[in-house]
């Protein structure tokens, strides 16, 4: 039978309403991100077969079916040592992925605008290490000019990573709120 003290210690709870942990929702979002990253790589892969295009707007945007076996913007694509390159990325990738996983389950704990960041940039660092892994190349099939200039091809897991990646700059710029200090 438990003495008065322990009823006490039992029944006595903070103040402060607990918070839902939204780690699995923050999961999810860069299962999605994979998810849709893989469906999109796919229907391109069997669409445009062998480097052909789609223009959707003449001059401006194309789809297009482009293997990447170097880094972002085909960085070390023409390397000397391709396998070398494809394995440093590799190994690249499975720290910036397991980096992200400890940043997104600290973070997580509610939905913010740096753990919605942690998990697109996640789940757009997975998406490419699949390619990377299965393929030995990363599938990209976006393809934008504007005015005189090409950007590079890429796909919805660059997206995802460049979305996440200004999430965080606009949060690390953002004015804070003045803490009162009791």
């Not at 994979?34 to 062998?50: E, F, S």
């Not at 200039?149 to 996440?164: L, T």
Request: hydrophobic share 50%.
């Amino acid at each position: 039978m438990p003495t008065n003290n322990e009823i006490r210690e039992v029944s006595s709870t903070p103040s402060e309403p607990k918070v839902r942990d939204q780690r699995g929702i923050l999961l999810a979002i860069a299962a999605a991100v994979v998810v849709v990253d893989r469906i999109t790589k796919h229907v391109v892969a069997q669409q445009l077969p062998d480097g052909q295009a789609h223009t959707v707007i003449p001059g401006v945007f194309r789809i297009t079916d482009v293997h990447n076996t170097g880094a972002a913007f085909s960085m070390f694509a023409e390397s000397a040592s391709p396998e070398s390159v494809r394995n440093i990325l590799i190994g690249f990738s499975i720290i910036a992925v397991l980096i992200l996983l400890v940043m997104l389950w600290r973070a997580g704990r509610a939905v913010t605008v740096s753990s919605v960041a942690f998990a697109l940039i996640l789940g757009g660092a997975f998406g490419n290490l699949y390619d990377r892994v299965v393929y030995r190349y990363v599938i990209d099939f976006l393809e934008v000019h504007i005015v005189h200039y090409h950007w590079p091809d890429f796909n919805v897991a660059d997206s995802c990573i460049v979305i996440g990646a200004c999430l965080l700059l606009i949060e690390i710029f953002r004015t804070q709120p003045a803490t009162q200090d009791s």
